[in-house]
């Protein structure tokens, strides 16, 4: 057999491959055409106001003809000059290249994208192609804020999606694998897609980002000891073992937003915030938020403070017999704590809590960064409407959303790995968490993006009511240490920092490197980012940020000095279950389990 021969015996492909494509792609063409047929058209909708937003854009841009041809010179400039510098380095001298990527793009990383003339050409245009239309949007004069935004954001979106990195024939590291495996990565790229289609029983793609099946809840991530030892409908209560002969008297009770899952605070031993709390001896508490279903549609905001911190204080109470303690609240969990602490006070029971921490939490909505483009009026009545239909929204709905912020990296490098490559992703666990979301009840889910989102009625005093109280987060006395993170897309950290400001008590607000999961989730020995601190957030964030002190690494320690200056003194470690609430089970518990997959 000669050495052609052999190549194209192990690139052959079994006929059986090609059946199975078939099988399963007419399995998902019958289901979509019956779905449509249900419904009784194909919507051609406009529920986002996208539509409008650049048929509006559009109506601005021809009204101003001489700056769209400024615009359209400007763009011609750059590809002369690419061309000019093309011609150079084709004939073999040097010529500076007229676009190049940001550092941070991973997506030009391969040698070929900088070393082949080729596809250097095709770089360097896309850049030159991106920039002038994102400019040329950008500068537009006339357009609402909202409409503004919508086009800024989709106008993104578009440029990445038409990355020359996401197409085979454009990208250097797919050619070359299509060429080596003989296109088996290209069907084991559509067997892949096939499988996300079907993931997504065919109405959306649910790109698969990591392979969940390397992880087991309890045996190597959320492996910290404890016991549920409180439930009702919405919550369980997790209290962890000690791990110090002595903790402070005053428990810790976390607060996770109810849209990802509480185990992104105890990954592996290594990241576990769980974990190092417990170190600084404190007796450590847990809210686990339901997985909600149609059952829960009714449940309202005030029922997850009721139901959640509120209950949550009763059972440490009498598992700790300790009634005054200290609370963190997560990004949403933080809003939450925010309004629990403004009914605490109107009860005249403000002393129950001793300190609050708020990791990346919103309180002012004025700025929402770029979520703001899914939370004007249309975009909420339309989301409304399909949570009213269903009861509530459905978690790979927000996990869309918040992906959407990141699309380069979680979602196109991901049609590279998976469809073009034809790999399949790597084991990894915080991926493994940020595809295990949640779904929102209805009820809650529209309270909270009418009233903080559109109306930012939380910042006013009596801007909203929760259990018959006007909430005013500016009586709020209790001692407050803000954490936020520079790189922060879902909660800025400037409007964080206005936030804080409103907070009539002591604030330690300290601003952290990194992003909303990876600047929270940053212990001391892994070494990376840092932080600075500052006097008292008051003025803008700006000045604030200039006059205060840069420090290298984790923020996790000066946290973890400042709570203990509230945790009291120190008192024998607590057994969870020896109390008067007895363990219900083990931890992680059952509620944490239930994957949106099992439904």
């Not at 959303?401 to 998976?418: E, G, Q």
């Amino acid at each position: 057999m000669t050495a052609r021969s052999q190549n194209s015996a192990s690139a052959a492909i079994d006929p059986e491959v090609f059946a199975d494509i078939a099988r399963r792609s007419s399995r998902l063409l019958e289901a979509a055409i019956k779905r449509h047929a249900h419904n009784g058209h194909f919507s051609m909708g406009d529920e986002m106001g996208i539509a409008k937003a650049f048929f509006d854009l559009a109506a601005k841009m021809l009204a101003d003809p001489f700056k769209l041809a400024e615009v359209q010179l400007k763009l011609w400039q750059d590809y002369l000059a690419l061309w000019q510098g093309s011609m150079l380095r084709l004939m073999g001298q040097p010529a500076a290249p007229i676009a190049v990527p940001h550092s941070s793009d991973r997506r030009f990383k391969d040698p070929d994208w900088e070393q082949h003339f080729i596809f250097d050409y095709i770089k360097q245009s896309y850049l030159i192609a991106a920039k002038h239309l994102h400019r040329a949007v950008a500068q537009v004069e006339g357009l609402d804020e909202t409409t503004a935004k919508k086009v800024d954001f989709y106008t993104r979106q578009y440029i990445d999606a038409l990355a020359p990195t996401n197409f085979a024939l454009t990208n250097p590291e797919v050619l070359r694998e299509t060429a080596a495996s003989g296109g088996k990565n290209l069907l084991a790229g559509f067997k892949n897609l096939l499988a996300d289609l079907e993931r997504g029983k065919g109405a959306q793609v649910q790109v698969k980002m990591t392979d969940s099946s390397a992880f087991k809840l309890g045996e190597n991530i959320a492996t910290t000891p404890g016991k549920v030892v409180y439930q009702n409908d919405l919550i369980q209560l997790i209290q962890y073992q000690p791990r110090t002969e002595q903790v402070h008297a005053r428990p810790l009770l976390i607060i996770p937003p109810w849209i990802n899952k509480y185990y992104i605070l105890d990954l592996r031993e290594s990241n576990s915030f769980v974990r190092f709390a417990l170190d600084q001896g404190h007796t450590v508490f847990v809210v686990s938020w339901v997985n909600p279903d149609e059952k829960f549609a009714g449940k309202s905001f005030e029922d997850y403070m009721f139901e959640g911190p509120l209950a949550a204080m009763d059972a440490i109470e009498q598992a700790t017999g300790e009634r005054k303690i200290d609370v963190i609240g997560y990004c949403l969990g933080g809003t939450l704590l925010a309004c629990t602490l403004a009914y605490l006070h109107a009860k005249k029971q403000a002393a129950r809590v001793a300190a609050a921490t708020f990791f990346v939490s919103l309180i002012d909505f004025e700025e929402p960064g770029e979520l703001g483009v899914f939370t004007d009026e249309q975009t909420v009545a339309s989301l409304e409407q399909r949570m009213n239909q269903r009861g509530y929204l459905e978690g790979s709905e927000m996990g869309n959303t918040f992906n959407m912020l990141r699309a380069n990296d979680l979602i196109w490098s991901f049609v590279v790995n998976n469809y073009l490559l034809g790999k399949d992703p790597m084991p990894f666990d915080l991926l493994h968490w940020n595809s295990d979301s949640t779904r929102m009840p209805a009820c809650m889910h529209a309270f909270y993006l009418r009233n903080m989102y559109i109306r930012n009625a939380l910042r006013d005093p009596g801007g909203i009511v929760l259990g018959g109280v006007p909430i005013d987060v500016s009586k709020v006395k209790t001692p407050a240490y803000f954490i936020s993170t520079a790189e922060d897309h879902i909660a800025p950290w400037k409007s964080t920092f206005a936030g804080a400001k409103l907070l009539g008590g002591p604030v330690r607000f300290v601003l952290g490197g990194s992003g909303h999961i990876a600047g929270i989730i940053n212990p001391p020995a892994s070494n990376k980012y840092c932080y600075w601190t500052g006097g008292k957030p008051a003025g803008d964030a700006d000045p604030w940020l200039e006059n205060a002190q840069q420090h290298a690494g984790s923020w996790w320690r000066d946290w973890a000095a400042w709570i203990g200056k509230h945790a009291g003194p120190k008192v024998p470690a607590r057994i969870p279950g020896a109390g008067k609430l007895k363990a219900i089970e083990d931890a992680p518990g059952s509620y944490v389990s239930l994957r949106l997959d099992a439904h």
